[in-house]
């Protein structure tokens, strides 16, 4: 098992899980349900987008000094065979996670996620209008890539069809497109000799059709019927995404009713609701309380991030009027005109904005589209370029730029940490999951 030992994790955890043969999500969410009948008290996962390299560092810092399983969660559009806009490869993705945990000297548990996996759910799949075929063999390789790369959990999502009308793809298609997949990915494990993986499925998108708590249920039974007809009982997924109230907004909710509702039902199919979108939700705590399984950030961390390079761009400026002794990089400025270049803020707007051109934005909704479409390109290489003459430039003056970044990150993953009951979680479960240590050799 050519990656079984993931030298990036050598907690408990994972040594558990490979000697006991459940998959480690599935395995961590299960003894989470034993550690607190109080529901305040338990915990809610964190899936952390790796949007850049600073905010994977964050993470592990996060993970490290907070003592919670460390779950990365990479679409195609981030990572990706073709390297996604990160630049990443799944393989350089891994070997990137692993790198900096060896480097801050992180050896918890370590969770690597495909999130979305699934046609036209890749930009560029939809940009170049990709039929049927196309796409999903794109998919089928991307899944391949995640495998073999050392992937724990893959989030198979189907409810996406840029051929169909909504009401045309139907609840049968996506269950049919949903086991196909995963049965692709076990013959995959299974030539390769890897360990057993966690699956994830559904969407909170409205076009998936999936999103009553009726068609919750529906779509349950029809995906349990669909894998035992294929003989796939044993990969029943760990997660089913929910919608709970959340989208991708500068003021979001999480609606704790709702996400009870989804949750309920989930539990009798021994299943675990996950919510994505969870950026600026406003009630972060709700979600432990609601029975929550998991939770997805990203946008808000490329927020973070863009705000952190504009105070430097300012305190750049502040030391050039004063000395004229460095040569300005301009980041905000050549940032923006990237992102409004990359034309990907337009997958954002509402109806009503779609008619608009950038400039013809509210100034506030333009920074905000600035801030989190800054994901799609910071790690371009002129962008990166750009970086390290800022880094330079304030290294001269005793301020390290990465590090003012990285505290930006850290502040967001930590609100999330604490609010989801992760703290001290990994000696939790190690606590509980030691009992069983005697199985290990």
Known sequence: ????????????????????RTPIVDLILKTIDGLSDVPARRATLLGICPISRSAVKASIECAKLLNFPLMFVATLNQVDIDGGYTGLTQKDFVNLVRRECENLDFSGPTIIALDHGGPWLKDRHVIERLELDEALEWVRKSIEACIKAGYDLLHIDTTVDIWLKEENLSMETIVERTVALIEYAETVRKENGLPRLSYEVGTEEVRGGITSPQLFREFIIKLRMGLRKKGLEDTWPCFIVGNVGTYLAPTNKFDAEKARTLVKIAEAYGLYVKGHYTDYVSNPEDYPKAGMGGANIGPELAHAEYVAL???????KIIHERVHAIKLSNITEKLDDAVIKSGRWRKWLTKEEAALGFDRLPIERRKWLLGTGARYVLSSPELIEVRMRLQENLEKYGVDADRVV?????????????????RDLTLELNKNLAKRISKIP
């Open 406 to 422: 990285t505290a930006k990150l850290r502040d967001v993953i930590w609100n999330y940490v604490h609010a989801f009951n992760l």
């Open 1 to 20: 098992m050519s990656m079984a030992a993931r030298p990036h994790d050598k907690s408990l955890i994972r040594k558990i899980s490979l000697e006991e």
């Open 310 to 316: 504009g105070e430097l761009d300012e305190l750049e």
